[in-house]
């Protein structure tokens, strides 16, 4: 079995151009399985104009109230990938919805296991999304979904220890393997902060921090700002660059002008991994980040890979990121305590530069090759006992 070439399907409610941590993390999988001689066929929704790139669009609708995301058409996936089932020896699936039941409907149509991965905590976000419905029932909703789901897979994958222990609490029936995702040499490839700053108009030693993501509700942006209104009274000239679009950009660019941060928070939207994104990350002198529902959180490991700094709350998958001697600053979800040490980074560069290198020292223990090594050692476990 150590040699044998691994024929799986993945299907996922969401890929590229739709940037997020589960894009991410398909993408640079599949990458490494398929640099290991593996065949990997990918199905996810058609967006505009995309290039299929090897994957398998298919048309979907918009999804009503998330203008990103889209809801694969049942039948047309069902054609799509009818001649799947002689070329397969499993299926992943990496999303709760469409590609969750199809993967499952196909896996015992064809006889093959099927695996897959938790990548989101669905419970600390949904409130954001379904606000008419009182949070204690979509959390009770939240946790049934995901038992059911994990029951019905034959291995369920998880992006950190604290998002099986999360599992774990709910009762969920299976066998949990914590398998992060990682990092592809590509994000060590080194950006080039000047070139970002010219292009978008930053005077090259303005104090500045950077986040990366969905401008979502659960990524509490908001605080965020509130700790730019605090630092900005010590720094005037401090400026948060925010990469990414999303759900909530609407009322996050409402705030930065209740707040009076008009010129100290710049939206830059979407940005091309390469070298646009890498760019972006070292622009900042500091890379902060609040989010309460990461099952991972690899934008850290980004900024890291960049020698850039973090300054982060630590809750669920970040736990195992933000760690002391890391190049991490652990603050506590208060304003006063994360601008205070967001300002000691800035006003110490020496001490910055230390712990941004020591942020990349870390980065690389996070490597994407090997973390694609132990899904390999799940995956032929899984079709040996098959």
């Not at 994958?157 to 604290?162: D, H, K, L, T």
């Amino acid at each position: 079995m150590i040699g044998q070439r691994v024929r799986v399907l993945k299907i996922s409610d969401v890929f590229l151009p739709r940037i997020n941590g589960v894009s991410t993390s398909i993408d640079t999988v599949r990458y490494e399985l398929e640099n290991r001689g593996h065949e990997v066929s990918l199905v996810a929704p058609r967006y505009e104009s995309e290039p299929s790139n090897g994957v398998v669009r298919v048309p979907a609708r918009r999804v009503v109230g998330d203008p990103e995301d889209r809801m694969m058409k049942v039948r047309v996936l069902r054609r799509l990938v009818r001649d799947f089932a002689s070329r397969i020896d499993l299926i992943h699936v990496h999303t709760p919805f469409i590609a969750h039941y199809e993967g499952i409907r196909m896996a015992r149509r064809w006889g093959v296991p099927v695996v897959g991965t938790y990548h989101t905590h669905f419970e600390e976000y949904l409130h954001h999304y379904v606000p008419f419905v009182p949070k204690p029932g979509l959390r009770a909703l939240a946790r049934r979904q995901a038992r059911r789901q994990c029951s019905q897979l034959n291995q369920v994958i998880v992006p950190s220890r604290q998002m099986a222990e999360v599992l774990e609490g709910y009762g969920a029936r299976a066998d949990l393997r914590v398998i992060p995702t990682g990092l592809s040499p590509a994000a060590f490839e080194p950006g080039d902060g000047s070139r970002f700053r010219q292009a978008h108009g930053i005077d090259e030693d303005r104090p500045t921090l950077v986040h990366v993501g969905r401008l979502a509700f659960e990524k509490n942006i908001d605080f965020l700002l509130r700790v730019v209104a605090e630092v900005r009274r010590s720094e005037p000239r401090i400026l948060l660059i925010l990469a990414g679009e999303g759900p909530a950009a609407r009322s996050l660019r409402r705030l930065v002008a209740r707040l009076g941060l008009t010129s100290n928070v710049v939206f830059v939207g979407y940005l091309s991994r390469l070298p646009d994104l890498l760019d972006c990350y070292r622009a900042g002198m500091a890379f902060v980040f609040a989010s309460r529902t990461e099952t991972q959180g690899l934008v850290l490991l980004e900024a890291m890979a960049q020698s850039v700094p973090v300054v982060s709350t630590a809750s669920l998958g970040t736990k195992d990121i933000v760690l002391p001697r890391r190049g991490a600053l652990v603050a506590q979800e208060s304003s006063e305590d994360f601008s205070r040490k967001v300002l000691f980074l800035l006003e110490n560069p020496e001490y910055r530069l230390a712990r941004g290198e020591e942020a990349r020292r870390f980065a690389r223990t996070w490597s994407s090759s090997a973390m694609a090594n132990r899904l390999l050692a799940v995956y032929r476990g899984m079709l040996a006992g098959n």
